[in-house]
């Protein structure tokens, strides 16, 4: 998912427009519903569908959401069906008034939690992981002197993957969970100060890059100022995957250009697995910047193979995997001459279940190459992502049932490589311990429960 918001001191921005604006910056997050709930005066109003950001916002829409803060996002459903009422932010009625919430990343003890307070009669009216958050600190929020020590009391029950914002009447608060697995900048635009899930968004909208919110920190913005706070025991996180596919090539995580990382992927890639060739080409658009780096490094040309149809999202997002096997083809078309008597070094970011791979792989063989040399960015995904990132259970993750060279022959490729654990390291200068790398080395940072599956809610 990605998330937005922003507050406006003197409630001269149009602060549902930048939020827009900044949503739009993060479409490649979540496809499937977008949101924006603004505060007016201790009153919140919001408008959430499922759709894209265009789709479900108009300028009449947007002139009504009047405020002078305001909170967005965009979903990518992991733990919840991709219905209308999982749409976010989720707003909220409770003692202390109005409260909504914007969640990117995943618990993996929210249906433990939900469970107790079903048994002590709560109701839910979402199958989200995040209104279990919403209820907690509801619940906290009665003993506690301020929200933010309701947030730190829900820190300590909660576990998993939590990057949110939360509207209430008097403020706006940030907050990154304690491993920092998702992430979320501060920036600042005329005075006002503003969060999002990648720093593309502040870039859009014209906003100065503060800093990152640190992991396990609570940042409150209010008419007082600002605010941080610490929760204890905090390590860095952050998703590699963030890096190798996820976020926009554009965006700095933790001060670092995920373009930059992207290529040095693909350098460091052919120095492991070089192959003779004609010419190298991305899978579009997440394999492209992987592509070139190999390319540099290997002195072969980087050639477009293919040309992708703009009109359409992220296929891997379509959540049935029979929309995805359609997408696949109204995704891309290959340029025949440019590839055409050649050998192709192919390079994609990842291989989840095989189907983007074993379907271009017979694109470009249908359409003249002669060897297809398929090299991928990252390293084997073998266990499942628990923290936000949509990746199936380990029966469908083709490399935790096969080895490499069968799945060179099922994906029909001459030859397939990925780049190595050591060489991941390599990439992020021996530090690669500073983030999450589970779903290649099953290393959870947290414990996760047993029987723990996304659709558990449902
Ligand atoms: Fe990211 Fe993989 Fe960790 Fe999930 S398991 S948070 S995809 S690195
Ligand atoms: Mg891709």
């Given at each position: 998912?990605?998330?937005?918001?922003?507050?406006?001191?003197?409630?001269?921005?149009?602060?549902?427009?930048?939020?827009?604006?900044?949503?739009y910056?993060?479409?490649?997050?979540?496809?499937?519903?977008?949101?924006?709930?603004?505060?007016?005066?201790?009153?919140?109003?919001?408008?959430?569908?499922?759709?894209?950001?265009?789709?479900?916002?108009?300028?009449?829409?947007?002139?009504?959401?009047?405020?002078?803060?305001?909170?967005?996002?965009?979903?990518?459903?992991?733990?919840?069906?991709?219905?209308?009422?999982?749409?976010?932010?989720?707003?909220?009625?409770?003692?202390?008034?109005?409260?909504?919430?914007?969640?990117?990343?995943?618990?993996?003890?929210?249906?433990?939690?939900?469970?107790?307070?079903?048994?002590?009669?709560?109701?839910?009216?979402?199958?989200i992981?995040?209104?279990?958050?919403?209820?907690?600190?509801?619940?906290?929020?009665?003993?506690?002197?301020?929200?933010?020590?309701?947030i730190?009391?829900?820190?300590?029950?909660?576990?998993?993957?939590?990057?949110?914002l939360?509207?209430?009447?008097?403020?706006?608060?940030a907050?990154?969970?304690?491993?920092?697995?998702?992430?979320?900048?501060?920036?600042?635009?005329?005075?006002?100060?503003?969060?999002?899930?990648?720093?593309?968004?502040?870039?859009?909208?014209?906003?100065?890059?503060?800093?990152?919110?640190?992991?396990?920190?609570?940042?409150?913005?209010s008419?007082?100022?600002?605010?941080?706070?610490?929760?204890?025991?905090?390590?860095?996180?952050?998703?590699?995957f963030?890096?190798?596919?996820?976020a926009?090539?554009?965006?700095?995580?933790?001060?670092?250009?995920?373009?930059?990382?992207?290529?040095?992927l693909g350098?460091?890639?052919?120095?492991?697995?070089?192959?003779?060739?004609?010419?190298?080409?991305?899978?579009?658009?997440?394999?492209?910047?992987?592509?070139?780096?190999?390319?540099?490094?290997?002195?072969?040309p980087?050639?477009?193979?293919?040309?992708?149809?703009?009109?359409?999202?992220?296929?891997?997002?379509?959540?049935?995997?029979?929309?995805?096997?359609?997408?696949?083809?109204?995704k891309?078309?290959?340029?025949?001459?440019?590839?055409?008597?050649?050998?192709?070094?192919?390079?994609?970011?990842?291989?989840?279940?095989?189907?983007?791979?074993?379907?271009?792989?017979?694109?470009?063989?249908?359409?003249?190459?002669t060897?297809?040399?398929?090299?991928?960015?990252?390293?084997?995904?073998?266990?499942?992502?628990?923290?936000?990132?949509?990746?199936?259970?380990?029966?469908?993750?083709?490399?935790?049932?096969?080895?490499?060279?069968?799945?060179?022959?099922?994906?029909?490729?001459?030859?397939?490589?990925y780049?190595?654990l050591?060489?991941?390291?390599?990439?992020?200068?021996?530090?690669?311990?500073?983030?999450?790398?589970?779903?290649?080395?099953g290393?959870?940072?947290?414990?996760?429960?047993?029987?723990?599956n996304?659709?558990?809610?449902?």
């Amino acid at each position: 998912c990605g998330i937005f918001g922003i507050y406006s001191s003197d409630g001269k921005l149009d602060v549902a427009k930048i939020t827009y604006f900044g949503l739009y910056a993060l479409q490649h997050r979540g496809q499937e519903s977008s949101g924006i709930a603004v505060n007016d005066s201790g009153n919140i109003i919001y408008h959430k569908d499922s759709g894209l950001v265009n789709e479900v916002f108009n300028e009449v829409v947007l002139n009504h959401l009047k405020g002078y803060s305001a909170i967005g996002h965009v979903r990518y459903s992991t733990t919840g069906k991709s219905d209308r009422e999982n749409a976010q932010p989720l707003v909220i009625k409770y003692r202390k008034g109005h409260m909504a919430l914007a969640h990117n990343g995943n618990l993996v003890n929210a249906h433990i939690i939900r469970e107790k307070l079903e048994q002590e009669g709560a109701i839910f009216q979402t199958t989200i992981d995040s209104e279990v958050i919403a209820s907690l600190i509801s619940r906290n929020r009665i003993k506690s002197e301020n929200i933010e020590e309701a947030i730190l009391k829900t820190m300590d029950e909660i576990k998993g993957a939590y990057s949110l914002l939360i509207l209430t009447p008097n403020k706006l608060i940030a907050v990154r969970d304690p491993y920092g697995l998702r992430p979320l900048v501060m920036g600042r635009i005329n005075n006002s100060i503003c969060f999002a899930s990648e720093t593309c968004a502040l870039d859009t909208i014209g906003a100065e890059y503060i800093r990152d919110v640190e992991p396990g920190e609570i940042i409150s913005v209010s008419r007082n100022g600002i605010k941080s706070k610490k929760y204890k025991n905090c390590t860095k996180h952050l998703c590699v995957f963030e890096f190798i596919y996820f976020a926009r090539a554009d965006s700095y995580l933790e001060g670092i250009s995920v373009y930059e990382i992207r290529k040095r992927l693909g350098r460091q890639l052919c120095k492991e697995s070089y192959v003779d060739c004609d010419i190298v080409i991305g899978v579009p658009d997440s394999g492209t910047t992987a592509a070139i780096g190999f390319a540099e490094e290997a002195g072969i040309p980087f050639s477009e193979g293919f040309i992708k149809n703009r009109y359409i999202g992220r296929t891997f997002i379509k959540p049935e995997q029979s929309q995805r096997e359609i997408a696949v083809k109204i995704k891309l078309n290959v340029l025949k001459n440019n590839v055409a008597g050649k050998r192709v070094v192919l390079i994609d970011d990842s291989i989840v279940r095989g189907t983007t791979s074993r379907k271009i792989i017979k694109m470009l063989r249908d359409a003249g190459a002669t060897e297809v040399h398929l090299r991928i960015s990252s390293p084997p995904v073998v266990f499942p992502c628990y923290y936000g990132i949509d990746t199936p259970d380990r029966k469908e993750l083709i490399a935790a049932n096969y080895l490499t060279e069968e799945i060179a022959r099922i994906l029909g490729a001459d030859s397939l490589e990925y780049l190595s654990l050591n060489g991941l390291n390599e990439v992020f200068e021996g530090k690669i311990n500073q983030f999450c790398t589970a779903c290649f080395n099953g290393e959870y940072v947290t414990e996760i429960p047993e029987n723990f599956n996304k659709y558990i809610l449902e």
